[in-house]
Structure formats: structure tokens, C-alpha cells
């Protein structure tokens, strides 16, 4: 799938579906803090619909639980192709606070890894950290995810010693 070809084609209006996985619903309101008249997200074309078999994007909090993954993968096999996904919250870009508890798996990583085993191909992923994390870095992160505008800072590995 040529993926520059379309996001061309929904650049100017795309619509998203919500999916929690487990949060505790802070990066949820700050999502639809994003969609209040306040930030206004409509106004790049951004439009909350409640199937993601419309959607374009999934916005994806919380970390994955156990007992979410059966309903996170069949909502994103569900999705069409390109499948985009914005990761929101600290939460969904590592686990947050539950990155190693047994309930949880960890973040998106580890769901896209699930997604791979399965036959599930994610498009594109961008993660936006913070707890919770800001409007203004939902609307950053759409537009980075569309290539609408270019991304500020890379990433860096660091390494952990041991002991």
C-alpha cells in the first residue's frame, strides 16, 4: 500500500475512533479537551467517529491490559488499510506505572508485536508521551502522524546500566 498516497488522501479531513485499552481516563480527557472550542482540533478536519471501521487514525490510551487485548486487536483488524495509529499518554507509548504488573502487557510496542504475530499490519504509529498528556501535543502528534508538519525531536536510545 502506497502510504504517502493516502495520506494525501485524508490529510484534509480525517476521522478518528477513540480506543481506551485500560487508562485512567486523564489522556482521555485531554483528548476530548482537544476536540472542545477551546483547541478546536475540527478545524484540520479532525472528526471523532464512534466505529473504527470509519476511522482513519485510532487514538490509543492506556496501557494494554489482559483483559483488553481480544477487543484492542479485533477494533484495529477492523480498521481499513492504512491503518494510523496515534499513541497517546505514557500509558500507551511504555505501560506508564503498570508497565510490569501482571495485569498489563505493556504499551503499544508490545500490542504491536501481538498485531504482527497475528497478521495485522500497522501502517504508521506515532507516540505522544506525558501524563496526562497536553492538547497541544494531540494536535502536534495528529499532524505529525498525517506529515502535515515535520517532527521536532528524535528519540535516542539510552542504555540502563545494570546493578
Known amino acids: 500500500m502506497n502510504i504517502a498516497r493516502a495520506l494525501r488522501a485524508v490529510r484534509k479531513s480525517i476521522w478518528v475512533f477513540h480506543l481506551n485499552s485500560g487508562s485512567c481516563n486523564a489522556c482521555d480527557i485531554e483528548v476530548l479537551d482537544a476536540l472542545t472550542p477551546y483547541f478546536d482540533v475540527e478545524r484540520f478536519g479532525v472528526k471523532l467517529v464512534a466505529s473504527p471501521r470509519h476511522a482513519d487514525v485510532i487514538i490509543f490510551t492506556g496501557p494494554v491490559t489482559r483483559e483488553s487485548l481480544p477487543k484492542v486487536v479485533r477494533a484495529i483488524k477492523a480498521m481499513p488499510r492504512p491503518r494510523l495509529i496515534l499513541a497517546?499518554?505514557?500509558?500507551?507509548?511504555?505501560?506508564?506505572?503498570?508497565?510490569?504488573t501482571y495485569s498489563t502487557l505493556g504499551g503499544f510496542k508490545k500490542l504491536e508485536e501481538i498485531l504482527r504475530e497475528s497478521g495485522v499490519e500497522v501502517d504508521r504509529v506515532v507516540y505522544v508521551p506525558g501524563?496526562?498528556?497536553?492538547?497541544?501535543?494531540?494536535?502536534?502528534?495528529?499532524?505529525?502522524l498525517l506529515g502535515a508538519v515535520e517532527q521536532k525531536v528524535r528519540s535516542s536510545e539510552v542504555a540502563v546500566p545494570e546493578g
Not at 501524563?131 to 505529525?144: D, F, K
Request: net charge negative; proline share 7%.
Open 88 to 100: 497517546l499518554g505514557s500509558c500507551a507509548v511504555g505501560g506508564g506505572i503498570w508497565w510490569d
Open 131 to 144: 501524563c496526562p498528556v497536553r492538547p497541544e501535543a494531540i494536535i502536534y502528534g495528529t499532524l505529525l
